[in-house]
């Protein structure tokens, strides 16, 4: 990269040069994702980044493009860009960014004790549910998920939970394509993923069965930040049965607000 000063926009009519390093500027790209609290989308344009970063276009993606080939952002299929994994993947290694799974573990060991069933954590990247935590007994039944595994969010407990709670443009782009249909029961039709998804966010609760492992059912949860904002999701996965349990429902719930009051969510907030 050229270490060159870029010109930057001033107030007036004159073109100020902008004296800041290069890594300065590459760091002024990262600061223009730092979302005010409230916010639901961590996704900007090339202009809106521009902007944030008070840098001329054509250095903006520049230093985008070293970014998005480095795997510090990630670009979407509209164009727009997003804070990628490989900030992720090294930011968990810190103990602040450590916090989620480290505040969630008593609670998904309590929802473990209560249940004896499989315990899942997860949180959204792309069209994944990204798995941070798995708790499981012996005699659960079987799964393919795994810490680090990457599971379609329509076919997953966690994953419709964090579809819908997702901004609409991410559920637009997400439904604008073909869902695969891992077994019989799998929803992949747009319209009655949306219906859904909607009683989702009227529940506070997501229910399937049989829709990723056959003879498997999932009950999932939304977990929240200070800002009401879901960050992650919380689910068992249990036998598939022909009867809903309360017990177990509510178990998945307390979990589910249990992280989130640690994570500084109050309800009054909402």
Do not use: C
């Not at 977990?223 to 879901?230: C, F, K, L, N, Y």
């Amino acid at each position: 990269m050229s270490g060159k000063p870029a010109q930057k926009r001033s107030s007036g009519d004159e073109v100020a040069v902008d004296d800041r390093s290069v890594a300065a500027r590459l760091f002024a790209i990262l600061d223009a994702f730092a979302a005010p609290a409230g916010a639901t989308s961590l996704t900007l344009t090339l202009t809106a980044i521009a902007q944030r970063a008070n840098l001329p276009l054509s250095t903006t993606h520049r230093l985008v493009a070293e970014w998005v080939s480095w795997g510090g952002l990630s670009k979407h299929e509209n164009g727009q860009y997003s804070l990628g994994m490989k900030l992720w993947e090294l930011g968990v290694q810190t103990p602040t960014a450590r916090n989620l799974r480290t505040i969630a573990l008593p609670y998904l060991e309590d929802l473990y004790e209560t249940t004896r069933e499989h315990v899942h954590l997860a949180i959204l990247d792309g069209r994944d549910a990204l798995y941070l935590e798995k708790l499981s007994g012996h005699h659960a039944v079987r799964l393919i998920s795994r810490v680090g595994a990457r599971l379609p969010l329509h076919s997953t407990g966690v994953g419709l939970v964090l579809l819908a709670y997702a901004p609409s443009d991410v559920v637009q782009q997400y439904l604008a394509t073909n869902l695969q249909r891992f077994l019989p029961r799998t929803v992949t039709e747009p319209e009655a993923v949306r219906k859904r998804l909607a009683e989702i966010r009227l529940l506070g609760l997501a229910r399937m069965s049989e829709e990723m492992t056959a003879g498997s059912s999932s009950i999932a949860a939304p977990i929240r930040d200070r800002t009401g904002q879901v960050v992650a999701a919380v689910s068992i996965v249990t036998r598939t049965t022909d009867t809903i349990d309360p017990e177990q429902e509510r178990a998945v719930r307390v979990a589910a607000q249990g992280v989130s009051r640690a994570l500084g969510y109050r309800r009054a907030q909402q």
